[in-house]
């Protein structure tokens, strides 16, 4: 998540350098051809390109609105996490004032499954765009937390080895933490540590949490739609190629009415204006493209991993721990 006012242009013209280059031989071609060979057959009926441009542009918007959805719905999630997580802290420490070594057992792993359950969602996914060549260059400046240590090692922190041994072996790990923690639950249940009110209570937050989970693996296993997102890149690719043509007469007309140098040659003119315009539609596509999977590892995913560590030393401070680790701080105006 970008946490400073703005990107800046700089950042944006790099990002997208590749695309630019694209469809300034994509504009270059056809003046060369109209203007330098005389093709002038090339040029097509404005209204053409304008009717495909606003089509275009609805299928852009469209794309974006949703996008935009899933990743202010993560958000939503992660904050519903964060909220309960802290209802958690509080129910286990007062629920069991007389048994602090469980209710540390509680947190602690409650702080394992948050750490699994962020770790699955930075596993990557076949239609993320991650791993493309802009996206995996502008990765270094910003840091992946589920990046610089593995998945034991972090748990190792939070749960006995016996329970990170069998966690490991299991496919959905936060599942099984938190099946642990159901367990555990019971447990006290029958030991009495807990009346039937606080059993049901806990229990009740056991069963949100994995609503959030199910939630959070819905985001991430089912992606935006693979036809809208194929129409929309063909639709792109399809108004930027024909932009030139369809610009030819309209700036050849313009020789008319100016004098001076640019007299005879305003059709040169074709080719800044279809690469700014051409670089307006393909950014939008991959802002939308940067914003459909909010958990991806890009810069703008939803910073679970802050939430997380935000978390966990509200939680530690509930216990009266005083040796808490420190907030992540963002890299470059990024944090996750």
């Known amino acids: ?85 802290r209802t958690w802290g509080t129910m286990s420490r007062d629920f069991l004032r007389k048994n602090p070594q469980k209710t540390q057992e509680l947190v602690y792993r409650h702080f394992a499954w948050l750490t699994a359950l962020r770790y699955q969602m930075r596993e990557p996914r076949a239609w993320e765009n991650s791993s493309n060549r802009s996206n995996e260059e502008y990765k270094k400046f910003y840091t992946i937390p589920e990046r610089e240590s593995s998945l034991e090692t972090e748990l190792a922190k939070y749960i006995p080895a016996e ?70 890149g063909f639709f792109i690719k399809l108004f930027c190629f024909l932009l030139p043509f369809g610009l030819l007469k309209e700036f050849d007309k313009l020789n008319e009415s100016v004098e001076g140098i640019m007299k005879g040659n305003m059709v040169w003119m074709v080719i800044p204006f279809s690469v700014l315009i051409s670089w307006v539609y393909t950014s939008l596509e991959v802002v939308g493209e940067s914003t459909e999977n909010p958990f991806e590892g890009s810069a703008n995913d939803v910073p679970i991993s802050q939430m997380s560590r935000t978390i966990e030393i509200d939680l530690r401070e509930m216990l009266g721990e005083t040796d808490l680790p420190p907030a992540l701080q963002p890299k470059n105006n990024i944090i996750l």
């Not at 695309?19 to 109209?34: C, D, F, N, R």
């Open 163 to 232: 329970e990170l041994t069998y966690i490991l072996s299991t496919k959905n790990r936060a599942v099984h933490l938190m099946s642990l923690q159901s367990k555990t639950l019971g447990d006290l249940f029958e030991q009495k540590e807990l009346d039937s009110y606080q059993f049901v209570e806990m229990e009740r937050i056991v069963k949100d949490f994995y609503d959030h989970q199910g939630k959070s693996e819905r985001i991430k296993n089912f992606p935006y739609p693979r036809q809208f997102a194929t129409i929309n």
């Open 1 to 85: 998540m970008h946490i400073g006012r703005s990107y800046q242009l700089k950042e944006f013209l790099v990002w997208t350098r590749r695309i630019i280059y694209w469809v300034l031989v994509i504009g270059a071609a056809p003046t060369l051809l109209y203007q330098g060979l005389g093709l002038k057959w090339l040029a097509i009926p404005w209204t053409v390109v304008a009717l495909l441009g606003t089509a275009t542009a609805f299928i852009v918007g469209f794309k974006n609105t949703q996008t935009y959805n899933r990743t202010w719905e993560a958000r939503q999630i992660w904050g519903s996490i964060l909220n309960s997580s």
